[in-house]
């Protein structure tokens, strides 16, 4: 199974603050890498897909980049309903392997 | 708006086989070119895809799970579901079912939206 670790596993940060969460795969998975954002209690939604590709929807301070091993979530301006926990995933191949999580925090 | 509901018993004792079924509603099941699947997450832990299928009875199974798992589809009913065989107290999770998107074909990128509420299935005797 391909690894997918994300750091850091927990963040803190203020409203308008700059934040990168940073998603490593244990091998190549080109650019088959997407971002879900998850709040207690719900189901995780997309935020970007195949590295890049900003869902439908979601806010532009959402950005995603990379590709082969390394990737990056970028919010560009924290928004009070942005805290939850960010969890990455490679669908390069079976299984498509989630990433630990990163909650972001107050 | 596309939405979809796990339904199931959310108490099953081990070594039995859990079962759940998702309901699609507001979509067809047939529609476009969507693969539709099921991720669980054990309480407090992180995420773990279970399997997937498409329309046409195509499936796509972690191998973890392979051995136990069964995936089928209800085209007649707009349903999917998912069994789990001899499960233990590890099973424990919240499972989630989704409509996966699938940019050309499976192994060119897939990603999960919308997903449904989640249910919760406990393992326990």
């Known amino acids: 199974d391909i690894q997918m670790t994300q750091s850091p596993p927990s963040l803190s940060a203020s409203v308008g603050d700059r934040v990168t969460i940073s998603c490593r795969a244990s091998q190549s998975i080109t650019r088959h890498l997407n971002w879900y954002q998850q709040k207690p209690g719900k189901a995780p939604k997309v935020l970007v897909y195949?590295?890049?590709r900003l869902q439908s929807g979601v806010p532009p301070r959402f950005s995603g980049s990379g590709s082969g091993t390394d990737f990056t979530l970028t919010i560009s301006s924290l928004q009070p309903e942005d805290f939850a926990t960010y969890y990455c995933q490679q669908s390069d191949s079976i299984p498509g392997t989630f990433g630990q999580g990163t909650k972001l925090e107050i | 708006q596309l939405r979809l509901q796990e339904s199931g018993p959310r108490l099953v004792k081990p070594s039995e086989t859990l079962s759940l079924t998702c309901t699609v509603s507001?979509?067809?099941?047939?529609?476009?070119?969507?693969?539709w699947g099921w991720v669980r997450q054990p309480p407090g832990k992180g995420l773990e895809w279970i399997g997937s299928i498409f329309y046409s009875g195509s499936t796509y199974q972690n191998p973890s799970l392979k051995s136990r798992l069964t995936i089928s589809v209800d085209t007649s009913r707009n349903q999917f579901s998912l069994n789990l065989s001899s499960v233990t107290v590890a099973d424990t999770a919240v499972y989630f079912c989704?409509?996966?998107?699938?940019?050309?074909?499976?192994?060119?990128?897939?990603?999960?939206?919308?997903w449904g509420q989640g249910t919760l299935v406990t393992v326990s005797s």
């Open positions: 507001n979509g067809s099941i047939t529609s476009g070119t969507y693969y």
């Open positions: 989704g409509r996966q998107h699938v940019l050309d074909g499976w192994y060119s990128g897939h990603w999960f939206d919308p």
């Open positions: 195949a590295a890049s």
